[in-house]
Protein backbone atom coordinates (compact mmCIF):
# COMPACT_ATOMS: atom_id res chain seq x y z
CA UNK A 1 0.00 0.00 0.00
CA UNK A 2 1.47 3.42 -1.18
CA UNK A 3 2.41 5.79 1.46
CA UNK A 4 3.19 9.71 1.99
CA UNK A 5 3.71 10.99 5.66
CA UNK A 6 4.09 14.22 6.83
CA UNK A 7 6.36 14.56 10.10
CA UNK A 8 3.39 16.66 11.97
CA UNK A 9 -0.66 16.72 11.83
CA UNK A 10 -0.04 20.19 14.08
CA UNK A 11 2.33 22.47 14.83
CA UNK A 12 2.46 25.76 16.36
CA UNK A 13 5.31 28.51 16.35
CA UNK A 14 5.90 31.90 16.42
CA UNK A 15 6.45 34.58 13.97
CA UNK A 16 10.38 34.67 12.91
CA UNK A 17 10.91 30.87 13.77
CA UNK A 18 12.36 28.36 11.31
CA UNK A 19 10.12 25.82 10.49
CA UNK A 20 11.15 22.61 8.89
CA UNK A 21 7.65 20.55 7.39
CA UNK A 22 9.26 16.71 6.61
CA UNK A 23 7.49 14.78 3.68
CA UNK A 24 8.29 10.56 3.46
CA UNK A 25 7.04 8.67 0.85
CA UNK A 26 7.75 4.87 0.51
CA UNK A 27 7.10 4.90 -2.91
CA UNK A 28 10.63 4.97 -5.16
CA UNK A 29 8.57 8.33 -6.88
CA UNK A 30 10.88 11.05 -8.27
CA UNK A 31 8.42 13.25 -7.99
CA UNK A 32 7.69 14.79 -4.70
CA UNK A 33 5.15 18.13 -4.33
CA UNK A 34 4.31 21.00 -1.49
CA UNK A 35 1.02 22.46 -1.70
CA UNK A 36 -0.48 24.88 0.55
CA UNK A 37 -4.41 25.11 1.06
CA UNK A 38 -6.31 28.22 1.96
CA UNK A 39 -10.24 28.47 2.39
CA UNK A 40 -11.40 30.01 -1.06
CA UNK A 41 -8.44 29.67 -2.29
CA UNK A 42 -7.43 26.20 -3.11
CA UNK A 43 -4.43 24.26 -3.32
CA UNK A 44 -1.49 26.30 -4.65
CA UNK A 45 1.86 24.80 -5.20
CA UNK A 46 4.78 25.84 -4.00
CA UNK A 47 7.70 24.01 -4.52
CA UNK A 48 7.99 20.73 -6.96
CA UNK A 49 11.14 18.16 -6.70
CA UNK A 50 11.75 15.98 -10.11
CA UNK A 51 14.86 13.86 -8.01
CA UNK A 52 17.23 14.11 -5.62
CA UNK A 53 19.08 17.76 -5.55
CA UNK A 54 16.56 19.28 -7.76
CA UNK A 55 13.86 21.76 -7.40
CA UNK A 56 11.83 23.80 -9.02
CA UNK A 57 9.70 27.24 -7.94
CA UNK A 58 5.52 26.52 -8.07
CA UNK A 59 3.29 29.17 -7.91
CA UNK A 60 3.87 30.64 -4.90
CA UNK A 61 7.71 30.23 -3.61
CA UNK A 62 7.85 33.22 -1.24
CA UNK A 63 9.07 32.55 1.93
CA UNK A 64 9.56 29.16 1.44
CA UNK A 65 12.72 26.55 0.51
CA UNK A 66 13.03 23.06 0.26
CA UNK A 67 15.49 20.46 0.74
CA UNK A 68 15.89 16.86 -1.11
CA UNK A 69 18.80 15.42 -0.27
CA UNK A 70 17.32 11.61 -0.70
CA UNK A 71 14.76 9.93 -3.00
CA UNK A 72 11.91 9.48 -0.39
CA UNK A 73 11.90 12.75 1.58
CA UNK A 74 11.51 16.61 0.91
CA UNK A 75 11.22 18.95 3.37
CA UNK A 76 9.68 22.05 3.14
CA UNK A 77 11.38 25.27 5.26
CA UNK A 78 9.84 28.34 6.21
CA UNK A 79 12.90 30.90 6.72
CA UNK A 80 10.81 33.04 8.99
CA UNK A 81 7.23 32.32 9.77
CA UNK A 82 4.94 34.90 9.27
CA UNK A 83 1.52 34.79 10.31
CA UNK A 84 0.32 34.52 6.32
CA UNK A 85 2.31 31.45 6.29
CA UNK A 86 -0.68 29.74 8.69
CA UNK A 87 -2.26 27.33 6.56
CA UNK A 88 -2.85 23.77 5.59
CA UNK A 89 0.38 22.37 3.86
CA UNK A 90 0.16 19.22 2.11
CA UNK A 91 2.86 16.75 0.07
CA UNK A 92 2.21 14.97 -3.04
CA UNK A 93 4.21 12.20 -4.86
CA UNK A 94 4.28 10.29 -8.05
CA UNK A 95 6.20 8.64 -10.35
CA UNK A 96 8.22 10.63 -12.96
CA UNK A 97 6.49 11.07 -16.86
CA UNK A 98 2.86 12.73 -15.15
CA UNK A 99 0.46 10.23 -16.26
CA UNK A 100 0.35 8.95 -12.74
CA UNK A 101 -1.86 9.70 -10.35
CA UNK A 102 -0.41 11.84 -7.07
CA UNK A 103 -0.81 10.27 -3.72
CA UNK A 104 -0.84 13.17 -0.80
CA UNK A 105 0.14 12.83 2.68
CA UNK A 106 -2.27 13.33 5.63
CA UNK A 107 -1.67 17.40 5.70
CA UNK A 108 0.20 19.49 8.51
CA UNK A 109 -1.65 22.17 10.21
CA UNK A 110 0.60 25.28 10.81
CA UNK A 111 -0.64 28.09 12.94
CA UNK A 112 1.84 30.77 12.85
CA UNK A 113 1.18 33.28 16.30
CA UNK B 1 -3.32 30.75 -17.85
CA UNK B 2 -5.61 27.27 -17.11
CA UNK B 3 -8.32 28.43 -14.51
CA UNK B 4 -10.22 25.18 -12.82
CA UNK B 5 -14.19 26.36 -11.78
CA UNK B 6 -16.48 23.71 -9.75
CA UNK B 7 -19.94 24.58 -9.55
CA UNK B 8 -21.59 24.11 -6.95
CA UNK B 9 -19.08 25.04 -4.43
CA UNK B 10 -21.11 23.23 -1.85
CA UNK B 11 -24.13 20.37 -2.02
CA UNK B 12 -26.98 19.21 0.07
CA UNK B 13 -28.57 16.02 -0.89
CA UNK B 14 -30.97 13.67 0.64
CA UNK B 15 -29.25 9.70 1.10
CA UNK B 16 -29.58 7.61 -1.87
CA UNK B 17 -29.71 10.27 -4.80
CA UNK B 18 -27.72 10.43 -7.54
CA UNK B 19 -25.79 13.52 -7.91
CA UNK B 20 -23.44 14.96 -10.57
CA UNK B 21 -20.53 17.17 -9.69
CA UNK B 22 -19.33 19.90 -12.09
CA UNK B 23 -15.74 20.92 -13.60
CA UNK B 24 -14.36 23.35 -16.24
CA UNK B 25 -11.09 24.45 -17.56
CA UNK B 26 -10.28 27.31 -19.42
CA UNK B 27 -7.42 25.67 -21.54
CA UNK B 28 -8.92 22.37 -23.33
CA UNK B 29 -4.49 21.66 -23.73
CA UNK B 30 -4.59 18.98 -20.71
CA UNK B 31 -2.59 16.11 -19.93
CA UNK B 32 -5.11 14.57 -18.05
CA UNK B 33 -7.91 15.20 -15.41
CA UNK B 34 -8.35 13.62 -12.07
CA UNK B 35 -11.11 13.18 -9.39
CA UNK B 36 -9.88 13.56 -5.17
CA UNK B 37 -11.67 13.41 -2.33
CA UNK B 38 -10.99 14.78 0.89
CA UNK B 39 -12.34 14.56 4.51
CA UNK B 40 -11.79 17.30 6.70
CA UNK B 41 -9.00 17.67 8.30
CA UNK B 42 -7.31 15.10 5.61
CA UNK B 43 -5.27 14.41 2.14
CA UNK B 44 -6.48 14.13 -0.65
CA UNK B 45 -7.60 10.38 -1.69
CA UNK B 46 -7.27 9.93 -5.89
CA UNK B 47 -10.78 8.77 -7.30
CA UNK B 48 -10.21 8.79 -10.67
CA UNK B 49 -7.89 9.88 -13.50
CA UNK B 50 -8.41 9.92 -16.87
CA UNK B 51 -5.94 10.34 -19.34
CA UNK B 52 -6.48 13.42 -22.27
CA UNK B 53 -7.49 10.26 -24.46
CA UNK B 54 -10.06 9.18 -22.61
CA UNK B 55 -13.63 9.94 -22.09
CA UNK B 56 -14.97 8.32 -19.03
CA UNK B 57 -13.52 6.23 -16.18
CA UNK B 58 -15.53 4.60 -14.17
CA UNK B 59 -14.97 2.76 -10.17
CA UNK B 60 -17.77 1.28 -8.53
CA UNK B 61 -20.39 3.58 -7.83
CA UNK B 62 -18.74 6.79 -9.19
CA UNK B 63 -18.20 7.87 -13.19
CA UNK B 64 -16.29 10.40 -14.56
CA UNK B 65 -16.57 11.99 -18.00
CA UNK B 66 -14.25 14.52 -20.06
CA UNK B 67 -15.08 16.94 -22.89
CA UNK B 68 -11.47 18.01 -23.37
CA UNK B 69 -13.22 20.23 -26.63
CA UNK B 70 -15.85 22.22 -24.12
CA UNK B 71 -13.62 22.38 -20.79
CA UNK B 72 -15.75 20.11 -18.83
CA UNK B 73 -15.46 16.96 -16.44
CA UNK B 74 -18.19 15.92 -14.49
CA UNK B 75 -18.22 13.38 -11.36
CA UNK B 76 -21.26 11.48 -11.42
CA UNK B 77 -21.97 9.53 -8.26
CA UNK B 78 -24.96 6.96 -7.83
CA UNK B 79 -27.22 6.09 -5.08
CA UNK B 80 -25.19 8.61 -2.27
CA UNK B 81 -24.46 7.55 1.13
CA UNK B 82 -23.76 9.90 4.34
CA UNK B 83 -20.31 8.26 3.76
CA UNK B 84 -19.84 10.13 0.61
CA UNK B 85 -20.08 12.77 2.51
CA UNK B 86 -16.63 14.83 1.62
CA UNK B 87 -14.79 17.80 -0.29
CA UNK B 88 -14.55 16.56 -4.05
CA UNK B 89 -11.82 18.05 -5.91
CA UNK B 90 -10.82 18.14 -9.46
CA UNK B 91 -7.50 18.95 -10.53
CA UNK B 92 -6.22 18.96 -14.16
CA UNK B 93 -2.59 17.92 -15.31
CA UNK B 94 -0.58 20.00 -17.96
CA UNK B 95 2.70 19.94 -19.50
CA UNK B 96 3.97 23.42 -19.47
CA UNK B 97 7.62 24.73 -19.46
CA UNK B 98 9.11 21.01 -19.49
CA UNK B 99 7.05 20.32 -16.05
CA UNK B 100 3.87 17.99 -15.82
CA UNK B 101 2.01 20.46 -13.22
CA UNK B 102 -1.51 20.11 -11.67
CA UNK B 103 -4.14 22.87 -11.31
CA UNK B 104 -6.74 22.33 -8.69
CA UNK B 105 -10.51 23.94 -8.51
CA UNK B 106 -11.74 24.93 -5.22
CA UNK B 107 -13.45 21.84 -4.47
CA UNK B 108 -17.24 21.15 -3.81
CA UNK B 109 -18.52 20.28 -0.64
CA UNK B 110 -20.84 17.42 -0.67
CA UNK B 111 -22.87 16.83 2.50
CA UNK B 112 -25.25 13.59 1.91
CA UNK B 113 -27.69 13.43 4.49
CA UNK B 114 -28.75 10.24 6.42
Known amino acids: DVKVTQSSRYLVKRTGEKVFLECVQD?????MFWYRQDPGLGLRLIYF???????EKGDIPEGYSVSREKKERFSLILESASTNQTSMYLC????????????FGPGTRLTVL | KQEVTQIPAALSVPEGENLVLNCSFT??????LQWFRQDPGKGLTSLLLIQSSQREQTSGRLNASLDKSSGRSTLYIAASQPGDSATYLC?????????????FGTGTRLKVLA
Open chain 1, 49 to 55: SYDVKMK
Open chain 1, 27 to 31: MDHEN
Open chain 2, 91 to 103: AVGEFTSGTYKYI
Open chain 2, 27 to 32: DSAIYN
Open chain 1, 92 to 103: ASRRAGGADTQY
